[in-house]
């Protein structure tokens, strides 16, 4: 059992910037990769961004350039650097975590992002 716990969310203007960020606690050992997932109203979930625990990076294309995943592997914490925001980024932000040796997905309770216009 793995239990993410996300903070950093809150109200932005455009052009502004926040970093969320994710705690993760529990079974640290079988994280395979850790990311960001977010939820527009009414639209699906989508991805922003995963770090596995070699390191690699992936991000979505929109937020490229923009966003920056990173990780403090002595705290647990993944964290998402969101610079010049906009009014189209306000969603739920999601932690997500792969665990194990079939990736599965846990979550954390999410994050409110708003940008203002």
């Known amino acids: 059992q793995v239990q993410l716990v996300e903070s950093g969310g809150g109200l932005e203007q455009t052009g502004g910037s926040l970093r969320l960020s994710c705690a993760a606690s529990g079974s640290i050992s079988s994280i395979k990769a850790m990311g960001w997932y977010r939820q527009a109203p009414g639209k699906q979930r989508e991805l922003v961004a995963t770090?596995?625990?070699?390191?690699?990076?992936n991000y979505a294309d929109s937020m490229q350039g923009r966003f920056t995943i990173s990780r403090d592997n002595a705290k647990n914490t993944v964290y998402l650097q969101m610079n010049s925001l906009k009014p189209e980024d306000t969603a739920v932000y999601y932690c997500?975590?792969?665990?194990?040796?079939?990736?599965?997905?846990?979550w954390g309770q999410g994050t409110q992002v708003t940008v203002s216009s």
């Open positions: 770090i596995t625990r070699g390191g690699s990076i």
């Open positions: 997500n975590a792969k665990i194990g040796v079939t990736w599965s997905n846990y």
